[in-house]
Structures are given as structure tokens and as C-alpha cells.
């Protein structure tokens, strides 16, 4: 909602050339432990790094989750470890370079599948109280959907039937060997390995002192059925705001770290794909630490880096290194001297000694882009809300958190690989806008192929975007909208075809649902993410959950937000 281990040798160094500031390596071999410190050319001194390799520190296999949410009694929250970050700063609006200000005529089809998610009055109805943010995350499998929120879950069919839920988020790690995965605990995520047909559905734990990532890879490609149930050790470290990915060898957690007193960073896991697809309990995770409190690391990682998460049929290369993305903003107070995307090259290779490096590749300026608005850093109380006039009961747009959005969505087309994500920004004065990117690699060099602020001059807020590409190299982008007079919370979507104009979503806007009322609670907090998938039958319709509100869920002391999930394909598809 925000959002110590086997001991190894490590040798770790920094690299710094031409415009890149800094990189960050750390190669694992076997034996005793040792360190050596760090150091920098050109960028100051750095901290001690640490690279870790680690064995589950518990596996079991469950019971068909269909039965488990027929006998288990939901558990307590325990609430969340308080949040820590750099210090803010608000220098005034910056013009962005890459502005769609223009809105299309409609062309976007409309809708396939529309049903209602999930929803607060689950949580009340399961918990007794409600909860914000929701954090709407979903993913389509060949037969079935899956959406986790904040706290609970369900399982659907493509028609938009539930079949199993809502469970508490808990309830998957019922009589698992760390009790505090069996909590409800917040901001899950679930993934589909397309190429092995499975589920990965996970959360974090929160009550420490020792802190874990639980994660359950279903047996089979049926959702409801039993899951390999692991959790992965982050020791004393929080993990906040983790983000997961599929790749070939490796399922991939990025985290936004905060230790017992000031340590601030960013935490980086591999795992061991190959035996959690086969129930080995004794699969390892290889983990970095980013240290964010040291200002020439600071602006490489912002608020969090993305894990490339792999769409359609096509492999990426063999060997070749995952991509992490973050992004920095040079009015955004982290010490960043220009508007870039940072790329790190993630390599793991899963030997009786594992080998692991964590380097930054490089950064791509872009055009300039403002993430800190006029609310922040004193407040979460941005975007005003029709018939709202106290600014307690606005909503955050969360952009001032120096880091893409859910997902960084990777495709491999054999003659280049490209990857799409997103990030709210201040696209004009005073107005939210979703600025989108494709990032396209060709061996291991990147390059910013096209980039477009979505923000068609309507005084309409766009954010909490989520953004993929079907086979054909189409996009799909999913948004929030609200305005203060007549727009109220509700999710819409736009999209462009491969061959049009680089920089604009072309085929105009398409509405899920509209919102008919109001967040009410001077909690502003509006979702930390939504999720934007393709469907791996057609590889072309695209699946996206977001939140709104209606007039019931704003009157009802029980209900509050909804969720809607929804599916379109683009013309030609």
C-alpha cells in the first residue's frame, strides 16, 4: 500500500563513462563471505553494496485455493510500517517537451468485456472497515482473470463470472510455515508466466522485524487450484511497493526499501524460476540494495525501478540482461541535473554457484517532463473532485514519486526488443497528464524510439496510467480521469497503431465507466498503480483494471471505491 542470508563472496565496482554517471556491479561466486569497497570515477564517493544469494527461507505446497477459501477465517491487518523518502521540492511548472495537447476524433473501438471488480465493500464485508488505496492490479490467462487489490482477491472467467473470491489476500498462505504471510497484508501483485502456464500471485508482510515477499506459483494453469508457496527473506528491510515480472530463467521483484532507522533504498530480486516451477524448495533468490541515501545513487533510482515483464510468444534473447527502468526529473529535488530514463541491465545466471551483475546501462534524456505538482511536497491533496471545495478531499496523483508506473510491458520482434511504460506528470499548469515511452534495444544498446505527454487540452486530469503493446506493436493506455466541475473519478483509455505518427495516442479516447460520485475521505490516496495486460490467446485484446467511484460507493459509510475491469482490441488486430 505504500507502500542476512547465506553467506557469499562478492566482489562489487562502479563504472562511470561518457554521460553515464555511475554503474553498479556486483558479480556472486561461491565461498566464504568478504567485501570489498565500493568505488567511483567522476561522481564521489560511494557506499559499501552488497549482493546476496539466499535459499527460500520457507516452500511448502498448499491446498487447492478453492478449498482454502471455503476454510479459512480472514486474518488481522496489522497496518503498514511508516514510509520514508527523500525530501521534496516544488520549483515551479516546467513546459513539457512532448505534449499531445490535440484530442483525436474517437476511431479507439469500444469495450468487449466491461464487468464490475472488486470493491471497498469487499474489504468492509471481509474486514469490517475500508481501506485505501485500493491498488488495482489484474492478469488474463488463457480462461480466467485475476484481480488483487487491497485486501482481498477473486478469480474470474473471461465473462466476467466470479469464480472464487473475494478471499482475503492472506488466505493463499493458510498454515504456511511464516505466519505473517498468512495476514492480509497489501499491495499484491499477480502475474501470468504465458510461457509455462501459470499464476504467480504475491504480497508483502508487514509486521517484522523480519520482513518477506511471499509468493505462490500456482501447479497447473488453473487458478483455483493448488500453489508452490514460497517466501523470500529482505531481512530487516521493509518491502514496500513491490513490483514483479516474468522472464526466461527468472521471476524479477523490484522493492522501495526503508530498514529499522534511516536506511532508504531500492531492493532488487531474482529468482529461481526453474525449480519454483517444479516445487524445489530449495529455489534461492539473488538480491541487491540500492542504497538511496547516498545522493550520487539517489537520481539513478528515484522512488523505484520497473522489471521488464515479458508479453507475447517471443523469448527474449538467450542470456540477455532484464531490464530495470526508472526515471529522474531535474526540478524533482533528487539531484538529477536533467529529465532522463535510467536503465539498468539486470544478469543472472542459475548455477550450482549462481553469477549475477546489477549495472546501470545507461540514461536517455527525454524531453523535459514535470512529476512534482502543485500540491506536493506538503501534501497529497491534488486533483479537485466535482462539488468538492475542501482540498483535504482531493486525490493524489502520486507523480512526485520519481518512478514509472505498472508495468513495464517487454517485446521481443527478432530484430529489436522494445518496452513501453508510463508516468503521471504535471502536463500542464495545474493539470495531470500520463507521459508514455518506448524504449527500443538493439544487443544491449537502448534507445528512446518515441515518448508523448497524453493530456488533449480538456482540463481533464489524466493519470495512474498503465500502458502495453500487442504483437503488432500497438498500444494500449489506461487512466484515471477526474476534473473539478463535471468529471467525476472514472477510468477511460486511448491507444496508437505501429505506424502512426511517432508521439500521439491516435485513435482518440474510449470510456470503461464513468464515475457518478466522490472520494469523500481526507485520505487522499488514490491507487498506487493499475494494470494494463494482453491477452496471451490472440496476443492482441488488451485487459485493464482501474478504480472509480459511484454515488452509492460515495454515500455508503460501508462501501467507498470500486473496481471495473474491462477489454478492447485495436483495429486490425
Sequence with gaps: MHGTLRRTRRRLWLLAAAAIPAAVVAAICAGAASSEPAAITKAGPMPHLVAKVNKAAAFDVSRPLRQLAKSTAPATFRGLPAERGPTLANVGHTTDGALQSALPAPSIPGTLANFEGLSN???????????????????????????????????????????????????????????DCTDPSGDPVVIYDQFNDRWI????????????????????????????????????????????SNWTDSYVITT???????????????????????????????????????????????????????????????DSAIPLVGTQDDGGGYGATFDALNIWDLTVKWRSTPLASLVLNTQLPTAAFDSIFPCAPTSRDCLPQPGITDPSQYLDILSYRQRPTFRLAFRNFKTYETMVTNQSVEAAPGVAGVRWYEIRRTGSTYSLYQQGTYAPGDGVHRWMGSIA????????????VVNGTTVYPGIRYTGRLAGDTL???????????????????????WGDYTDMTVDPVDDCTFWYVNEYYTAAGQASSAAGWQTRIASFKLPGC
Excluded at 503493446?469 to 484515471?480: A, E, P, T
Excluded at 508521439?503 to 490516496?525: A, F, H, K, Y
Aim: glycine share 14%; with cysteine; net charge negative.
Design 121 to 179: 465493500q469487499d474489504n468492509f464485508n471481509t474486514f469490517g472497515f475500508r481501506v485505501n488505496p485500493p491498488d488495482p492490479n489484474g492478469e488474463v490467462g488463457p480462461n480466467h482473470y485475476v484481480e488483487m487489490i487491497n485486501l482481498v482477491f477473486g478469480v474470474y472467467n473471461k465473462a466476467g463470472t466470479l469464480l472464487l473470491g473475494p478471499v482475503d489476500t492472506g488466505t493463499l498462505w493458510n498454515g504456511f510455515a511464516v505466519p
Design 201 to 244: 500471485l504475491t504480497q508483502f508482510t508487514t509486521a517484522g522485524p523480519e520482513y518477506f515477499n511471499c509468493v505462490a506459483i500456482s501447479t497447473t494453469g488453473d487458478p483455483t487450484g493448488s500453489y508452490y508457496r514460497y517466501a523470500f527473506s529482505t531481512g530487516l528491510n521493509f518491502p514496500d511497493y513491490p513490483k514483479y
Design 256 to 318: 522501495r526499501e526503508f530498514g529499522p532507522t534511516v536506511e532508504y533504498g531500492i531492493g532488487v530480486y531474482a529468482l529461481e524460476k526453474g525449480k519454483m516451477l517444479n516445487g524445489d524448495p530449495t529455489a534461492r533468490d539473488v538480491s541487491f540494495f540500492i542504497d538511496g541515501n547516498n545522493p550520487a545513487l539517489l537520481p539513478l533510482v528515484g522512488d523505484g525501478l520497473l522489471p521488464a515483464d515479458v508479453d507475447g510468444k517471443q523469448k527474449p534473447k538467450t
Design 469 to 480: 503493446m500487442d504483437k503488432k506493436g500497438d498500444m494500449g493506455l489506461g487512466y484515471s
Design 503 to 525: 508521439g500521439d495516442m491516435t485513435l482518440g479516447e474510449g470510456t470503461v465507466i464513468n464515475g457518478t460520485g466522490v472520494q469523500t475521505t481526507t485520505n487522499s490516496r
